[in-house]
Every structure is written in C-alpha cells, then in structure tokens.
C-alpha cells in the first residue's frame, strides 16, 4: 500500500535518505518491487520527517515525489541523524491530501503505516473498547474512548492508527499499559489481528534516537552496521547486509543492534489475557 524507510546513524543529508540507491525510495514511489497485491505505484503524495536538538519536524506532499524539486533542491540541504520517510498508495475511499501522508508526529515521535485496516472504523473502535477494558481492570484511571478516534488528522485507518498507538505511547501519568514502545506496537497490532485477521499492519516508529516496527503481511527489510540502523519495506541498493525480516514480527533496530521477535498472538501481551 505504501513504501517507508527509517534511518539512525551519522548526520547525512535529509534528501539522501529518500534519493540513496538505484532502487531508492523514490524509485520505489513508482517502480515497486514486492507490494503484495497492495497496489501498483505509490503515487499519493509522500512526507519526510527528521530530528534536530530533539525536535521533529517533516515535509509533506500530497502530489507524487518525482514531481516536487524540494527532493532534489532543498532536502539535501538539510540534515539529521535520524529520518523516517514515506511514499503513499492510497486506498480507494480515502483522502488524497497532505494530511493523511506519513509521517505523521507527535511529540518526538514519527510515525508511518503501510498497509490497510478493512473496515477500519468498525475494527479501531473495538480495539479501543478493548484498551479501555484491560485499563479499567488493571486499575488505571486513562481511558480509551471512542471519542478520541475523532482527534485523528484525516479520516484514514493510519491517522486512527497514529490516535490509538501515540496514547500507548503518552509517558504522562496516571501509566498506561504499554511501558516501552516495542510493548505498546506488540499490544495494538495484536489487539487489531484480533478483531480484522486480513489486516495489514506494517508500522514504522521513530523518536530519533532508535526505530521500532511490525511486520503483518508486507515486507521489511533491514540494514544495521556498527554506525547505524535502517528498515526500508524494500532495500534501495545490492548491499549483501540487508535482511529480509520475517511476517508477524516485531523489530527494534538502532546502530549497532537489531532485535525481532515474534508477534504472534501471546497470553501475556493480548488484551484478552490483560482484562481477565
């Protein structure tokens, strides 16, 4: 459905990330090689955020990369030691405007989904009920309500998706039930294939300083050296280092280390085993 690539490493410029390779990004926008029956061309606009001193701020376009000179005159000339970039495929049904491209943000998080939510509406409510649920069992006094969903920015299963995870991930008391980011993707992708089994939820998350993802039917690969870390749905080079990740996990990659486990339906991480 779409095409995202996270990067943690020395600073580089900003547009190198999406230009780098004959098989980069923005190749990738019309040029796809594994989309798995979602789409043909990523032609729905794109977005790239990036970190400084902290901070995370990004560039959107609801037109299709290749047609913005931005990419090639002003992205290289910013720099970061982190990006997260993104070209979209948009489902039939949904806006086609900069607010629904990735990345989306908040806080110093940055965000994309490749992927589709089939009846995402009916689907993310639940999964909201849900979390309210196993957080009323547990004792906590947040709430996960069906109202929240209307904070979205545009009315897409990502930007639902980006409501749901980003309350996951609020460090702000009274705790909620995810308590590292790897544990609030593994508990909302879970939740999700709960309720919609022919989900597809590849999530890429970013705080600047390591990156997290699922995988849920569409690729991933990943390219981590002692000096930095990359996870890209396709590798943009030949480079002999990148990895293909396996479906159903979930990976955490900074310079230096790349963690995947499995995310397969567990006990100990589902919402039914947390509101028993």
């Known amino acids: 459905m779409c095409r995202h690539l996270g990067y943690v490493g020395p600073v580089v410029p900003v547009g190198d990330l999406v230009l780098r390779g004959p098989h980069s990004l923005r190749t990738q926008s019309w040029a796809p090689r594994d989309m798995r029956g979602g789409g043909t061309i990523n032609a729905d606009g794109f977005g790239v955020a990036w970190w400084v001193d902290g901070t995370v701020t990004r560039y959107r376009n609801a ?23 993104a070209v979209r495929s948009a489902t039939v049904g949904m806006p086609l405007d ?8 908040w806080d110093r998080w940055a965000f994309s989904h490749n992927g589709v939510i089939p009846q995402w509406r009916t689907v993310l ?8 649920v ?43 039930l995810a308590e590292t980011p ?29 990156l997290w993802a699922t995988t849920c039917y569409h690729s991933l690969s990943a390219l981590v050296t002692d000096d930095f870390a990359i ?4 590798p943009y080079d030949d ?3 990148w990895q293909a990740l396996p479906d159903r996990s979930l990976v955490h990659a900074e310079p230096g280390a790349l963690h995947i486990e499995s995310l397969e339906m567990a006990e100990s991480t589902s919402t039914e085993s947390l509101t028993r």
């Open 134 to 176: 196993a957080a009323t069992r547990a004792g906590l006094t947040r709430r996960y309500e069906t109202s929240h969903l209307l904070e979205a920015e545009a009315q897409t299963d990502s930007a639902a998706l980006w409501v749901l995870l980003r309350r996951l991930l609020d460090p702000e008391p009274p705790a909620g």
């Open 125 to 132: 409510t639940a999964v909201l009920s849900d979390l309210d």
């Open 63 to 85: 037109d299709p990369i290749w047609t913005d000179p931005a990419v090639e005159e002003v992205l290289p000339q910013l720099t970061s030691h982190a990006v997260l970039a």
């Open 239 to 241: 480079d002999p280092r």
């Open 182 to 210: 790897g544990t609030a993707l593994r508990l909302l992708i879970t939740t999700i294939v709960h309720h919609a089994p022919d989900a597809r939820v590849n999530l890429l998350l970013g705080d600047g300083n390591a």
């Open 231 to 234: 996870l890209a749905s396709e």
């Open 98 to 105: 900069r607010s629904a491209c990735a990345p989306l943000l």
